[in-house]
């Protein structure tokens, strides 16, 4: 049962390098999520998708794009990475009134 | 967004039943209170939700007050491995967004 997979699951960029994290669902959901959670903090949304197409905003999109050209794959992109962006960034899939996440991207920007 | 107001930290003996509260005075007729658990170093997982009569299930218990400004996850009997922070969560019932708050750290004692 793969579920949601996340790549890579460590990364170092340097200021101002840009990257794409990959997100991938095996469970056929709509909707599609990517978090990012800072040391000792909750979690907050960056932006979400309710199906193929279709995305939107979440609470902190400053620094972020996605884009939903299928319903498995909706990957994060880091234009000019800013240390300020040192997250661990989950991705999440919905279905069935049931999040599911997957294992975290730990990425530092030096 | 409707926002959610838990404790910082709470502790339980091991074996003893749990109440972990959330204050949720904003809620709209539409949203679902979720409640998701993350053990250190993992993507949060789910463990209970309802909209307004009370819930169980093989993992807890979700008592949701008459009015639905407030609702208490209830674990029966806490174990060592329970040991994580719980999150309160409100789904906008118009946009399916799930918004994080900052959670409780729950503590058990052996």
Sequence with gaps: ???????????????????????????????????????????????????????????????????????????????????????????????????????????TVV | DAKTTQPNSMESNEEEPVHLPCNHSTISGTDYIHWYRQLPSQGPEYVIHGLTSNVNNRMASLAIAEDRKSSTLILHRATLRDAAVYYCILRDGGTYKYIFGTGTRLKVLA
């Design chain 1, 1 to 107: 049962n793969a579920g949601v997979t996340q790549t890579p699951k460590f990364r170092i960029l340097k200021i101002g390098q840009s990257m794409t994290l990959q997100c991938t669902q095996d469970m056929n959901h709509n909707y599609m999520y990517w978090y990012r959670q800072d040391p000792g903090m909750g979690l907050k949304l960056i932006y979400y998708s309710v199906g193929a197409g279709i995305t939107d905003k979440g609470e902190v999109p400053n620094g972020y794009n996605v884009s939903r050209s299928t319903t498995e794959d909706f990957p994060l992109r880091l234009e000019l990475a800013a240390p300020s962006q040192t997250s661990v960034y989950f991705c999440a899939s919905e279905g069935l009134d049931t999040i599911y996440f997957g294992e975290g991207s730990w990425l």
